[in-house]
């Protein structure tokens, strides 16, 4: 039996060069899979929210990261990509019309439990009773090569970090720069549409659960993909942007040229909490520590929820943060209504408040 379509047209993002001034329930800094579904459970609890955040779009590190590449640990999804993910949760906050305030992050944040100011960078000034932090590993950005020219590529799209759409690299000559799961997901995928993918590693050992080393293999096997190790980039051969080879040496001081259309470095990203770590509140390594019972922070009525929060037993998957979100607007409740009792009933039996 298929599902009643209970959903309206998805609200038009708000991005505009005015600055404007919102009275909400809830602020929610950041506008990840994590923060979508924090907004989703404030609806629920009748409570109003907006999300904000720095990048121009919502969907956070799977929207601007991978957004075709799968992620297999969503409950009731085998296999969904990041895209995919972003857009069946603007559908789920759809009757909720949240507004977004994208394009411009949160410079500064005072007040009190019940009475918080928040503004950003453009000028928009945010009231709000509680926040929700949900800006994932803060603000984030690939660790670059040091590699001479690498912004002449970088503009034309030879040098890569994140891939965006697969196709692009349809019948080209790839080179994946990394030994962890980013470097050998892509390698595996690409296999697929490339003419020829290179895998390049500082030594002959990745860090990889053990199917996915097993199908890079198979790949190397099939001559889809070549594995070339102990290598480490050196330098980018080509005209006006246009990579024609990659150069790679061992430690030894032994160099390669590897014809390549494109290169790809895999070498994790650079985070920053910016300015979340001048708000008052306790940090620890680039996280905010919460209660784990209603993920509060040090600062009474600031909750931090997904990769940000850190507690005893904490797991950085996206499920743990969806179940974050539901407990901190649980808690937010308290603060909004403080004389209203709340009574818990199951979505199934409550339907989508109206």
């Known amino acids: 039996m298929p599902y009643p379509n209970v959903f309206k047209p998805i609200m038009k993002q708000i991005m505009t060069t005015a600055s404007q001034t919102l009275n ?31 990048l121009d779009s919502v969907g956070g590190q799977c929207a601007a990261l991978y ?35 994208l394009g411009s992050r949160v ?21 709000a009773k509680a926040v ?10 690939p660790n670059r090569p040091p590699l001479d020219g690498l912004e002449a590529y970088e503009r034309t799209g030879a040098v890569q970090y994140y891939v965006k759409k697969r196709a692009d690299f349809t019948g080209k000559r790839v080179v994946v720069a990394g030994g962890g799961d980013s470097a050998l997901d892509w390698a595996l995928s690409l296999s697929e549409v490339a003419a020829q993918v290179y895998l390049l590693h500082r030594r002959d050992r990745f860090r990889g659960a053990p ?41 030894e001081g032994t160099s390669r040229h ?17 300015p979340i770590a001048l708000w008052g509140l306790d940090t620890h390594r680039n996280t905010v520590p919460v209660t784990p019972a209603t993920l ?7 909750f931090a929820i997904g990769d940000v929060a850190t507690y005893p037993g904490k797991l950085k998957l996206i499920l ?31 339907g989508v408040p109206g």
Do not use: W
Not at 133 to 138: F, Y
Not at 232 to 246: E, I, K, P, R
Not at 296 to 302: D, F, K
């Open 258 to 274: 590897i014809e390549a259309d494109a290169l790809l470095p895999f070498y994790g990203l650079s985070t920053d909490l910016g």
């Open 211 to 251: 199917e996915t080393l097993s199908r890079i293999e198979q790949q190397i096997a099939a001559g889809k993909i070549e594995k070339v190790v102990p290598y480490q980039l050196h330098a980018l051969h080509g005209t006006n942007g246009t990579l024609s080879s990659v150069e790679v040496t061992t430690l």
């Open 296 to 302: 509060e922070s040090s600062t009474p009525g600031i």
């Open 107 to 127: 410079e500064t944040l005072e007040g009190h439990r019940g009475a918080f100011t928040l503004k950003t960078a453009r000028g928009d000034v945010i009231n």
């Open 24 to 54: 909400t329930d809830v602020a929610i800094v950041g506008a990840g899979p994590t923060a979508l579904f924090a907004a989703f459970e404030c609806g629920m609890l009748k409570l109003s929210c907006v999300l904000i955040d720095a």
């Open 320 to 350: 743990q943060g969806f179940s974050e979100g539901a407990m901190a607007a649980h808690a937010i409740h308290a603060i909004v209504h403080p004389d209203t009792a709340l009574h818990f009933e199951y979505s199934t039996s409550k």
């Open 67 to 101: 957004p075709e590449k799968p992620i297999y640990d969503i409950p009731a999804h085998p296999a969904i990509e990041g895209g995919a993910l972003i857009e069946a949760l603007e559908q789920q906050i759809a009757p909720f019309d949240v507004p977004r305030l």
């Open 132 to 141: 929700i932090i949900a800006a994932g590993a803060g603000a984030f950005g």
